[in-house]
């Protein structure tokens, strides 16, 4: 038996989980899968039924499952409210509380959405990259940190640091995930400046070693940057600390020019992840069935491939998105005006996906 807590959140976020859901429904009949789901409150509707934008039911529950799906949280009904009791507050705690340690956000291009992309065609068609980014380390929550010192001369500080083991982690994550691709893995550091990142090379170097069929490379971050919008086909799996990846992931991000469409995971140790879309609530088309439910859904296909460890009924869920797009549905977010195109909501891409399933 698997179990699996569903968050729905704010927003869009009900409207895109009903469609996940019943995608998760339709694998697990299909598959066997003895998936088990279980529904709980985070963000704005949590505040409003408890106070609280985690409730202790949920981080219990959380920690009990096997996986985390996430909607979005978070609106402008709850942005006079204090940052500590602020929706977007659950999400951080939740992600700390089960020790989310690895983020891991492809960025992949179906061939029907090449236009949606800022970059020519010829440069992004056929994008398939994964970016595996450490995310409970590094300068974001190094110690010391601050701002000291007298008015005028203030100086302020943080610390970048990881550790051998923190990096490790991190690096099984990213070299495993590229055993399951094509076994390309390119390590982002700045080790011609910062210590910190010369420990980081090191240590991917070394780990290499129990990986012989994944061919490691080193890049330096500045020349990553200028190598995903100059040339982005030619990675496969990049792994890299919380700073450089928190940027590289968004460039990434934005060479697929489609918000709607992309998933993500966040794992521990025990392989338990918590696996959401990459964008937010949109309050702005919250209510009216125009959201794009497709990031969600393949969140889920990230969720049975990390997760369960069920890659079968993952692709299953990636084929039938293709399928979809290939029959030239498109959500208003993927619409281009091109003839042939036919405009659907949230529900009818979801009732889409799984016929096609
Ligand atoms: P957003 O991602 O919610 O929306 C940005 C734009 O993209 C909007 O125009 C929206 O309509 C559109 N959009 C987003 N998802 C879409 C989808 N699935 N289908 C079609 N269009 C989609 O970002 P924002 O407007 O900056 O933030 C809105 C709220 O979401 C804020 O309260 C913010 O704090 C929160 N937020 C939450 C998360 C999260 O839960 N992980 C992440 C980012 C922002």
């Known amino acids: 038996m698997a179990q699996i807590v569903l968050l729905a959140g704010d927003g869009i976020g009900p409207e895109i989980m009903a469609q996940a859901g019943r995608v998760l429904e339709a694998v697990n009949a299909r598959f066997g899968l003895g998936i088990v ?33 996430l909607g979005a949280v978070g609106g402008p009904k709850w942005d006079g409210l204090p940052m500590a009791n602020r929706p977007e507050k659950g999400l951080l705690k939740i992600r700390a509380g089960m020790n989310l340690f690895a983020n891991l956000r492809p960025a992949l291009l179906y061939p029907e959405l090449a236009s949606a992309s800022t970059l020519k065609p010829e440069v992004v068609s056929g994008l398939d990259l ?72 090191e240590v991917m170097t070394r780990l290499s070693a129990e990986y012989p069929e994944v061919e490691l490379s080193h890049m330096y971050v500045d020349n990553a940057a200028m190598q995903l919008v100059r040339a982005p086909k030619q990675f496969d799996v990049m792994v890299t600390g919380n700073l450089f990846g928190d940027i590289l992931s968004d460039a990434a991000a934005m060479l697929t020019g489609s918000i709607g469409m992309l998933p993500s995971a966040s794992m521990n140790s025990d392989n338990q992840g918590l696996y959401e879309p990459c964008h937010g609530s949109a309050p702005d088309i919250a209510g009216q069935d125009v959201a794009n439910p497709l ?63």
């Open 295 to 357: 990031a969600t859904i393949l969140s889920v296909a990230m969720l049975l491939t990390h997760s369960l460890k069920a890659p079968e009924a993952a692709l299953a869920i990636e084929t039938a998105v293709k399928s979809v797009l290939a029959q030239r549905l498109r959500t208003a977010d993927i619409a281009t005006g091109a003839s042939g195109e036919r405009v659907v909501g949230c529900q009818a891409m979801g009732d889409a996906v799984v016929n096609a399933l």
């Open 37 to 69: 789901t279980s529904e709980h409150l985070i963000g704005g509707a949590a505040i409003d039924a408890t106070g609280e934008p985690l409730p202790e039911a949920t981080l219990a529950a959380a920690k009990a499952a096997d996986a985390v799906l």
């Open 130 to 201: 994964l970016i595996v980014r450490e995310l409970i380390g590094g300068i974001y929550f190094g110690e010391p940190r601050g701002i000291e010192g007298e008015p005028g001369q203030r100086v302020g500080f943080n610390t970048d640091r990881y550790s051998e083991p923190e990096i490790e982690r991190i690096g099984r994550i990213a070299f495993e995930a590229a055993m399951t691709r094509d076994r390309r893995l390119c390590s982002v550091d700045k080790a011609n400046v910062l210590e910190v990142t010369v420990l980081w090379r």
